[in-house]
């Protein structure tokens, strides 16, 4: 498997080139990879470890911005403070790029797949991925290309921006046609990070990812948003903890994994969750405080010691608020409220040392557990749809206290030592039951808890872009000097900055569409 994925890359290239002048040599050769001789099996590996293994693409914008993490390192300046810092134009565009990378792998695959049954499921699960890939990429930017993409070999270089309404249609009705002709009955795909081709989670997951597709769409357009979340529950979304979409990271892949950013000795050093999420644990007695966090040992040595486990007693948590940094002026972090102070002495004095960090036996791991999609947001976002008065079976406080409790023993999936027994997370969601007093009470439980949940499986994407739409937790932006958004939490990422070179007019007409231009305070079309 780990060959495959190493010359995966290489062999897209020939199978691409296939269509150049040289196939006929290329394809009377049966020791050269052709369309005739390759399995597109092998294709999705690929495409799956690259979609979810974001690494800083994730972590120095999202991550901080939402006031998960917080830090005070410069380079997280991107997200903590809204400051450009060193290669933010790199960090704003690369999720673009990975949209278009991982797009190709799938698009070659997909194309691989047309007429032949033995690969139909496959296709088909990649024509959901594609739909996953594509969204993220329209969430992040607005308007992307969509129906010219990948079209290279078709002679379209520039291709058009669609709309992101046309964008959010075309991957609903992908969504359905391609969840639904999955066949339990017909083979497998293989090589398959998320499931291990079960095709009766993959259509669970299909239907899960229309469901959340659908509630993007509230603020802008919920009744489109309703026909489709209940076209998903009619269908069979998520029922439980085991069906997580998650991938095992590589331990033998130094680049495997979004914690192996935590790994680089200056961010294993820097990083600490933010007082807002630490916060936000700590009013409600949640259990998850000592299964996340953890408070370093004394000292700067042992601040930087990655084998060296802290103290994830819940009653010594601090958060690290965002926006203060190391710098001795008026936003030194030792000028805080509620400054815990420093750890050790005089050269080993650690001035971060007070603060919890994520625990190192959950999130400092190679082969650490990467989640795409779980049961517990598909269960809040059903009781939010219920919330909404949606056709949608059970109550709305059983789909919350379900999506509570699955946020909870979930995190047994990073890490053993993170498990929360059944018992105390059934018991914790009792005892926090949905305000139903009002809608919006009931909007903001519901999303606070998604904030949580996402946040605390380091799925930074989707904790920035469900805030977007929902509006919640409402978290105060900071004000540092010299930021770039006047003091807003930025709403979108700036376009990849070679668009500008290599498909200007199409780009130029994206941007026109956003109100204030390509800046990372403008909005995407459902983000009104």
Not at 112 to 134: C, F, H, P, S, W
Not at 161 to 170: E, V, W
Not at 442 to 455: F, H
Request: some cysteine; glycine content about 8%.
């Amino acid at each position: 498997m780990n060959r495959k994925l190493i010359y995966i890359a290489s062999l897209l290239l020939a199978l691409t080139a296939g269509c150049t002048e040289n196939f006929d040599a290329i394809n009377t050769d049966p020791t050269k990879a052709s369309a005739a001789n390759w399995d597109p099996n092998y294709f999705l590996p690929n495409a799956q470890n690259a979609f979810i293994n974001l690494g800083y693409n994730s972590m120095l914008y999202q991550a901080p911005a939402m006031q998960i993490l917080a830090s005070t390192f410069t380079y997280y300046g991107n997200g903590d403070k809204y400051v450009n810092t060193q290669n933010s134009t790199s960090y704003q565009g690369a999720l673009f790029n990975s949209t278009y990378s991982v797009g190709a792998v799938l698009a070659e695959m997909i194309n691989l797949t047309e007429g032949k049954d033995q690969y139909a499921n496959l296709r088909n699960v990649g024509r959901i991925m594609q739909a996953m890939n594509m969204l993220r990429g329209t969430d992040v930017y607005g308007d992307i290309p969509y129906s010219e993409a990948f079209k290279v070999k078709s002679g379209i270089a520039t291709p058009k921006y669609d709309t992101q309404q046309s964008i959010y249609m075309a991957a609903l009705a992908d969504l359905e046609a391609a969840t639904a002709a999955l066949d339990p009955a017909k083979a497998k795909p293989t090589g398959d990070l998320f499931y291990g081709g079960d095709i009766a989670k993959w259509k669970k997951f299909g239907y899960s990812l229309m469901l959340r597709t659908a509630m993007r769409l509230t603020k802008i357009d919920p009744a489109t948003a309703k026909t489709w979340a209940e076209k998903a529950v009619a269908g069979g979304v998520f029922t439980s903890i085991d069906d997580n979409a998650r991938e095992t990271a590589d331990a033998n892949n130094a680049t495997s994994g979004i914690y192996n950013v935590y790994q680089v000795a200056d961010d294993f050093r820097e990083l600490r969750w933010s007082k807002t999420f630490i916060d936000a644990l700590k009013s409600t007695n949640d259990p998850r405080l000592g299964a996340v966090a953890e408070v370093p040992q004394p000292g700067a040595a042992n601040n930087a010691n990655q084998t060296l486990a802290g103290n994830n007693d819940p009653a010594i948590q601090v958060g690290l608020p965002n926006g203060y940094d190391l710098s001795g002026g008026a936003t030194d972090v030792r000028r805080a409220p509620g400054y815990p102070g420093a750890t050790g002495t005089g050269a080993d004095a650690a001035p971060l040392g007070g603060y919890s960090r994520p625990r190192i036996s959950v999130y400092l791991k190679r082969n650490g557990t990467l989640m795409v999609m779980t049961y517990a947001e598909t269960e809040l976002l059903l009781a939010e749809a219920k919330v909404r008065g949606w056709n949608v079976p059970g109550t709305a406080a059983e789909h919350y206290r379900n999506g509570v409790a699955a946020a909870m023993t979930s995190l047994a999936q990073l890490d053993p030592s993170a498990a929360i027994p059944a018992a105390t997370a059934q018991a914790f969601a009792a005892a926090l039951p949905l305000d139903v007093s009002s809608t919006e009470a009931s909007l903001k439980m519901i999303n606070t808890q998604y904030w949580i949940e996402t946040g605390s499986m380091f799925n930074f994407i989707e904790t920035w872009i469900n805030w977007r739409r929902s509006g919640y937790p409402q978290l105060t932006p900071v004000n540092y000097p010299g930021n770039v958004t006047n003091a807003q939490i930025p709403r979108r990422m700036i376009y990849l900055s070679t668009e500008v070179l290599n498909n200007r007019v199409n780009y130029t007409e994206a941007a026109g569409r956003l109100s204030g231009g390509d800046l990372l305070t403008s909005r995407v079309w459902w983000d009104k």
